[in-house]
C-alpha cells in the first residue's frame, strides 16, 4: 500500500472541518485530523506540505462540449467582439495568420452591440475572402452565420430557410455539420486535449460531455471516448427513442452512459429558440420545439424501462411544459420510484414555474443548472429582459425555489458557452441577479461537487466530499480568506456560528479574486500541478 500524508492545509471536510492534515491511501481517503497523530498513524507515508493551502472535493461539470470548448481554445474565439465590425476584424485576423483549412469561430453575441444584429453572409465573404469555409456560431450554440461557400457546400437547407437569414434549427444543425467534417483528426484531438487540460487547470476531475446527432456526431463522442487524459469523460447522447430495446442498442452501438444531455425539446432565449407559452417581447412567435410531449414521454418510458439514465435540454416553460408532463405520464404508468431511481435529468430548466418545480422533487428529476447564464445574461438591462420583458425574465433560474423543494441540483458551465470555471459558477449561484433566486455558498459549492456526482449517477453518499472512505478526488487552492456565509435569503442557509463547526470555503463576492489551482487530484493521482 502508498500513502500520502498533507500537512499544513486547510481542509473542506464535514467530518472534520477543523482537520490541518489529510491521509491518502491506495487512491482512498483514510484519515483526517492534526498533524502530530496523523505522522504518528502514519510513519511510512509521503509527507505533502501544503503551506497553508486549501483542499477541497474536486469539481465536476456536468454540462461541456469538449470538442467545441477546445476548438474555442485553440482556435478562433469570439467572446470579446464588441460589434459587427470587430467580431470582422477579428475574422480578418485570423485568417492571416491561418490561410488553408476551415475557420470555425465561437462565442459572438449581438445583443449589446450597437449595430443590434450579425453580420451579414456578404460581411463574411468580405472579410475570410472568397470560396473560405467559414462558421461561426453564436454564444448559446443554437444559432450561427456562414460564408457563401460553406453555405453551398451545405445544400438544401430546407423549405424554412432563407440565404441571408442567422442560420436557426435544422438548418443550423446542417451547416455545423458540414463545417465540423472539414477538421483533422488531428484537429480535433488537440481541442480534445485543450479542453481537458483547462478542466484539470480549474480543480476539475470528471467532465460530462453533452453529446449529440446535431451537436458533434457519432465520430466525434467515439474519438472522445477514446481519448486518453486525467480527466473522466461521462457520455450522454441526445438522441430520442422510443423503445427500451433501441435505448439499450444504442448504448451499446455507441458505447456512451446516458440517453439525455442536450436531447433538445428546444432551443434557446438569445437565438429565439426557446420554446415559450407566450410570445417574445422583442420578436414574433413562441419559439421551436423539437419534441413534443408525446415524444418526451416514449423517451422516459424507453429509458426507465431499460435501466437506463434519460435527460432533456429544456430552457422555456413550454418545454418545461412537456418535460413535466412527460415524467408525470411515464410515473403514472411505472410508479414514481421507478423515475427516481433512473436519476433521470433536465438540462438548464431556466423557465421553470412552482407547479414544474413541486413536480420534478417529487419525482427525484435531477435539474443542471448553469449560473453563469443568469451572471451573464440576467438583471434588468441584460438579453433575458429583452427577449421577454422584465417581469418574466425576473422568475428565470429559480435555484433558491429548486432547492428547497428538494430538487438535486448539479452546477455547470455548458462550455463553450460559459467559461469553463467552476468557482466563477459557484459565485454566481449565490449572487444571482434576481434577489430571492441565489444559494448559500455552501449548497452551490455542494452542488458543483456531491450534487454533480450525483446527477453522473454515482450515488455512494462518499463522492464529492472529503471523508474517510471517499475517493481522493480534490483539488489544491491558493485560496485567502475562509469564511461561513449563509444565504442573503432564508433558503439553504446553514448556521454562520463558529460552533457549529461548519467548514469554511473561499470569499465569493463579486470582485473578490478566485481561488487558484495548484494541484487536481483524481483518485489519488495527480491530473494537473501548477
Not at 12 to 29: I, Q
Not at 47 to 66: E, K, M, S, T
Amino acid at each position: 500500500m502508498s500513502t500520502q500524508l498533507l500537512i499544513g492545509g486547510r481542509f473542506y471536510s464535514s467530518s472534520s472541518p477543523d482537520a490541518t492534515a489529510m491521509a491518502v491511501t491506495d487512491g482512498t481517503v483514510v484519515w483526517l485530523g492534526a498533524e502530530a497523530p496523523g505522522r504518528a498513524m502514519h510513519p511510512d507515508a509521503e509527507v505533502i506540505d501544503l503551506d497553508g493551502a486549501f483542499v477541497a472535493p474536486a469539481f465536476v461539470d456536468p454540462h461541456v462540449h469538449v470538442t467545441a470548448l477546445g476548438l474555442q481554445l485553440t482556435g478562433l474565439d469570439l467572446r470579446g467582439a464588441r460589434s459587427v465590425s470587430d467580431l470582422l476584424d477579428t475574422v480578418r485576423a485570423h485568417v492571416a495568420n491561418q490561410p488553408d483549412g476551415v475557420i470555425i469561430g465561437e462565442g459572438w453575441d449581438d445583443t449589446a452591440w450597437p449595430e443590434q444584429r450579425p453580420p451579414t453572409v456578404a460581411e463574411l465573404d468580405a472579410a475570410a475572402g472568397s470560396g473560405r469555409l467559414v462558421y461561426l456560431a453564436r454564444v448559446d450554440a443554437h444559432s450561427a452565420v456562414a460564408s457563401s461557400a460553406l453555405l453551398d457546400a451545405a445544400g438544401d437547407l430546407g423549405d424554412g430557410y432563407r440565404r441571408g437569414e442567422l442560420l436557426r434549427a435544422d438548418a443550423h444543425h446542417r451547416v455545423r455539420t458540414v463545417a465540423l467534417a472539414e477538421l483533422t483528426r488531428a484537429q480535433r484531438d488537440s481541442a480534445r486535449q485543450a479542453a481537458l487540460d483547462t478542466a484539470a487547470a480549474h480543480g476539475i476531475v470528471a467532465v460530462h460531455e453533452c453529446a449529440g446527432p446535431e451537436i458533434s456526431g457519432r465520430d466525434d463522442i467515439g474519438e472522445l471516448l477514446a481519448f486518453e487524459h486525467g480527466v473522466a469523460v461521462r457520455a450522454y447522447w441526445g438522441q430520442a427513442v422510443r423503445t427500451a430495446e433501441q435505448a439499450r442498442a444504442l448504448l451499446d452501438e455507441l458505447g456512451v452512459h446516458a440517453l439525455g444531455g442536450d436531447l433538445f425539446v428546444d432551443g434557446s432565449l438569445g437565438s429565439h429558440t426557446a420554446a415559450l407559452r407566450a410570445s417574445y417581447a422583442d420578436a414574433a412567435g413562441c419559439g421551436k420545439t423539437f419534441l413534443d410531449e408525446d415524444a418526451v414521454t416514449a423517451h422516459i418510458h424507453a429509458c426507465t424501462e431499460a435501466g437506463i439514465q434519460a435527460g432533456f435540454h429544456a430552457i422555456g416553460d413550454a418545454a418545461m411544459d412537456s418535460v413535466v408532463a412527460g415524467f408525470a405520464r411515464v410515473a403514472a404508468e411505472l410508479g414514481g420510484p421507478a423515475i427516481a431511481a433512473r436519476g433521470h435529468r433536465v438540462e438548464h430548466a431556466e423557465m421553470t414555474d412552482a407547479a414544474a418545480i413541486a413536480r420534478l422533487a417529487e419525482l427525484g428529476v435531477i435539474v443542471s443548472v448553469q449560473p453563469g447564464f443568469d451572471a451573464a445574461w440576467g438583471g434588468p438591462d441584460g438579453m433575458y429582459a429583452t427577449r421577454l420583458g422584465a417581469e418574466r425574465a425576473a422568475g428565470l433560474n429559480p435555484f433558491a425555489a429548486m432547492a428547497a423543494a428538494g430538487i438535486s441540483l448539479a452546477i455547470g458551465s455548458d462550455a463553450p458557452v460559459t467559461a469553463m470555471n467552476p468557482w466563477e459558477q459557484v459565485r454566481a449561484a449565490v449572487h444571482h441577479r434576481t434577489p430571492g433566486h441565489g444559494l448559500s455558498p455552501r449548497a452551490a459549492f455542494a452542488a458543483a461537487t456531491r450534487g454533480a456526482w450525483r446527477a453522473g449517477g454515482v450515488r455512494d453518499g462518499m463522492a464529492g466530499t472529503l471523508v474517510p472512505g471517499a475517493p481522493a478526488s480534490y483539488a489544491v487552492w491558493d485560496a485567502g480568506e475562509l469564511v461561513v456565509a449563509a444565504a442573503a435569503d432564508t433558503v439553504a442557509r446553514w448556521s454562520t456560528d463558529p460552533r457549529s463547526r461548519v467548514p469554511g470555503l473561499p470569499r465569493l463576492e463579486p470582485g473578490v479574486e478566485l481561488p487558484t489551482c495548484l494541484r487536481t487530484v483524481r483518485d489519488g493521482t495527480t491530473i494537473y500541478s501548477a
